[in-house]
């Protein structure tokens, strides 16, 4: 609820729906059902959807302002894999968040791995695509270890940099095997 000089504002998380407008005095007598969380389109949405997914679909569409990229974020007894009604098939949980979250398909080859080192973790700001699902170094990861690299930071703290700001654990071994990667295709480049 936003309060204004003399209307009220009630919207929903989705962004999706008008804003209901209220005069100030009417506000203590506003009662909402109980229950009533969401606008008309959620509500539906959340009404005609089928099983697993079509509630995850739902929720992603309803709180899409209002993931935390800092956080994680779960689905409780989730066993990996969501029906994609679309196609009639099953897929992998975090592919299915990461192609309705983003509004974006995968190509068949390839992975959605997530950022952080949680597994269980379906935050689509954690998740990105990769061509080999043996790779857990993004870019964005790949850029930091540069930066560090270029400052003059040792490998064990550039470890803690990695996990304090990626939520990732990456071994020391790893973390030198970007470096020398890094210096080939610079030392190639020059």
């Known amino acids: 609820m936003d309060l204004q000089e003399e209307v009220s504002v009630w919207s929903c998380r989705c962004s999706r729906s008008q804003p209901l407008l209220l005069a100030l005095e009417d506000v203590p007598r506003v ?7 969401a606008c008309e389109i959620c509500l ?4 005609t959807a089928r099983g697993k997914s079509g509630a995850l679909s739902a929720w992603l569409r ?3 302002t209002c993931v935390d990229p800092k956080e994680h974020l779960y689905l409780p007894a989730d066993h ?4 994609n009604s679309d196609e009639d098939k099953n897929m992998r949980t975090r592919r299915f968040v990461y192609e309705r979250f983003w509004d974006q398909q ?5 992975c959605v791995l ?6 269980a973790c379906i935050n689509p700001y954690h998740l990105w695509i990769s ?8 870019p964005q ?4 270890i540069l930066g560090a690299a270029e400052k003059g930071l040792s490998s064990k703290t550039t470890q803690r940099l990695v996990r304090e700001r990626c939520s990732l654990e990456l071994s020391l071994r790893s973390i030198q095997q970007v470096r020398s990667e890094i210096l080939k295709s610079k030392s190639c480049a020059t």
Not at 31 to 37: S, T, W, Y
Not at 131 to 138: D, E, G, N, T, Y
Not at 141 to 144: C, E, F, N, P, R
């Open 62 to 64: 309803r709180h899409r």
């Open 44 to 47: 539906e949405e959340l009404r």
């Open 80 to 83: 990996g894999f969501c029906r």
């Open 141 to 144: 990861i790949k850029t930091l």
């Open 131 to 138: 061509k080999s699902p043996a790779q857990k170094i993004s």
């Open 31 to 37: 009662r909402l059902p109980v229950g009533l969380h």
């Open 114 to 119: 997530v950022r952080c080192s949680d597994k």
């Open 106 to 110: 995968v190509a068949a080859g390839d």
